[in-house]
């Protein structure tokens, strides 16, 4: 027998047995497998569970709770249509209703909760929108109105004034607004104070829209402050004789009174200087005296903070009241014995914040900053820890009540993104010390000047440490609202900041305390000389920065996926916390894919910007205009090169009609030839339409393709009169007109005077060409009506 046979008699396993017995070892295999990720997945959800229950303990529900709320009125202002705020209410009470009765059985009650909170914030938006609604300028028109002056704002070329409005010619009371802002230039008439009754005829207008989709909408801020026009006088403004004037308005005077003696003695102590216009911002919120060009450096070199009354200033100010009085009172060994002097202490220091509050202006960041040393107070004086995550909760949840539209404001989102990263990150260090710091306390063997240079090299970690997580913590907020980042912030703050912390600060309240006794010159001095080397490190850090740190509009998406990291990063339960990665990630991957528009077109069809053959975005629109400035911010064109992009005459083709331009897509094809021949101004022809070697080479362009047959570039039409219709809606590819297009219009594209008004500022992306013709996704200002969306004008 062979010895393959003798295999085969003592049953050696032949090739197909092996086959088979490997494939039952795998389905064996699979099913442990399974059976695995199924005791895993409970494992987890277990896990999760007792994490969550543990951050609850250490108090982290109360800023979930804020959070969830927040997505609530974050869910209202995305609606589609505006909901009945009674309807939202009752919706809410049901949901409330129905955790309580869930909560009393004990289990199952949490996903009630999350469901009540978001309710709750859908129902705190409409029922504001509803509270604050107010009659809005149906149209731009010329008149003559009474009000009585709410605020007064010193510009660089004049006075903005805030009225409130009494009587208004050509309109009825019913129809008229609230309130309206309006622009004097260059008056020479006496300045009116708040709570005055003027007189004035003014050119009115209703709110601005935004000048581009998802950026800063003026209607949307006018709308939550009751002003329902905005425009400039004619002239000066003419006193009246006061009627009643109503108790609140007389309480603002007396603020407004007390902040500008307190800025007058300011500007008697430090003259009219750059020092000067600073301590008055810091110290009554009063940025009007500052120079543009400081302005700009500051918030390159990413300084632009210390002018914003927040956190900083609060916890300086109050804190310096509550260390040198609880200082003074335990000069007595009396009193300390005898009576609190910490709660007489945290008593003033409170007092001290609400005052810093009153002349400070109460911008959403004070307001978060008071409700925040409100309760780091109240927890010196009951013996608890004071600056937690709990207590940014509630003053998020107490903001967000009462003023729901604070969430789309960048000084909210910046705020809170800033004080919950640096909690989150300090709380976290703090616990890894103390666990690594168990054990036998360490001796400390060391010369005192070893342990002085070791204070003073933490506390400029400190500084470091907390201008980075600050910085990392608002930078997507901050290049998301402003286009732009500061890349040597983290390194100017080191150098600033103890500036700040040491000088600026502290003797601000050491001469506002000294003012009454006219005493304030030596401090305001000393300060005066500490901000000139503040303003003198900006200048220095904006000189080395490119293009004033402008990166352009990032990816929406993009933003907000970094934010939900942050968010998961800092209060997630521990253990799950590296989950933020995938957030992460995603972010930076529609970052690295976000692409600009490449056409632009203003809400009023005047004003276009597009892009040339090489991809640069030109404007048809002074490059130092506002509209022109904000469109190029937000591509990345900063500093000096926004003025090298306006669009050339030579690019364009223009009649007595229209003008024909052409608009490529995002790879651009190379130099076209010119649109003209002969100059800028060629004669026109019998047709009106400019001679046929002219219009006809503008309109052959639309015809241009590459080698393998794709549009290179597609033809735009700028309509000034509705003649140009009859033949440009058969020969181009988009038509932009503040006109009304005929409804056979056979343009591809057409966004006249109809479709703007109700759209908005349009933002166009043009994809890769198919059957000939570019294929345009639109994006406009306004996808859905809501109460604080402007209305088409009639006309």
Known sequence: MTAAGQARAVGAPSAGGALLADFLSRRKGGRQGDVRRARLRPALATAFRIAVREEIERGRGLIWAAFVFAGGIAVYFALPAEPVAAATAGAALAA????????????????????????????????????????????????????LVESVEHRENGLRLVLRLREMSGIGQDRMPARVRIALKGQDTPVPATGDTVRLRARLMPPAPAVMPGGYDFSF??????????????????????????????????????????????????????????????????????????TEALRTAGLAHILAISGLHMALFAGSVFFVLRALLALSSRLTQDWPIDVWAAGAALAAAAFYLAISGGSIATQRAFVMIALVLAGRLFGRRALTLRNAGVAMLLILAVTPESLVDPGFQMSFAAVIAL???????????????????????????????????????????????????????????????????????????????????????????????GLEALPLAVMGVAVDQVVAASQ?????????????????????????????????????????????????????????????????????ALRDATGALRVTARPSSFIAEVWLRADGVGGDARSRRHLPRSAMACDALACLVRAHGPEGAGPDPPMTKGGPDPPLSEGGRGPPSTMDQAMEGRKTKDQGGRRTSLLVSIVRDPAAFAEDCARVDLIVSAHDAPADCAAPLVLDRARLARDGTTAIRLGDALDGLFVAATTPSYRRLRPWTPRPAAR
């Open 540 to 608: 220095w850090a904006a000189s080395l920065t490119p293009g004033e740190g402008t990166v352009g509009a990032p990816s929406v998406a993009g933003t907000l996926l970094m934010v939900l990291a942050g968010t998961v990063a800092c209060l997630a339960p521990r253990g799950f916390r590296r989950t933020a990665l995938v957030p992460l990630c995603l972010s930076a991957w529609l970052y690295a894919t976000h692409r600009q528009p490449d056409i632009l077109v203003s809400a009023n069809g005047t004003t276009l």
């Open 96 to 147: 409330w209703l129905g955790f309580l009765l869930k909560a009393r059985r004990g289990r199952g009650a949490a996903p009630l909760l999350v469901v009540a909170l978001l309710v709750s914030g859908t129902a705190a938006g409409a029922m504001r929108t509803a509270f604050v609604a107010a009659p809005v300028l149906d149209r731009a028109r010329s008149a003559t109105i009474t009000g």
């Open 221 to 294: 801020r006018a709308y939550f402050d009751g002003i329902g026009a905005s425009g400039f006088a004619f002239g000066g403004v003419e006193p009246v004789e006061a009627r009643a004037v109503p108790w609140n308005l007389r309480a603002s005077a007396g603020v407004a009174r007390l902040r500008s003696g307190i800025a007058g003695r300011i500007r008697a102590a430090l003259g009219e200087t750059t020092a000067a216009a600073l301590a008055v911002a810091l110290i009554t919120g009063d940025r009007s005296g500052i120079p543009p060009e400081v």
């Open 423 to 517: 909690i989150a990150a300090y709380e976290e260090m703090t616990r890894r010390r103390v666990a690594a710091n168990r054990g036998p306390p360490k001796r400390d063997d060391g010369a005192p000047v070893f342990g002085l240079i070791g204070s003073l090299a933490s506390w400029f970690g400190a500084i470091l440490l907390t201008s980075l997580i600050a910085g990392a913590a608002t930078g997507a907020i901050g290049a998301y609202h402003f286009h732009r980042i500061a890349p040597l912030g983290p390194l100017v703050n080191l150098v600033a900041m103890p500036v700040v912390t040491i000088a600026v600060m502290p003797f601000a309240v050491l001469a506002l305390a000294l003012i009454p006794f």
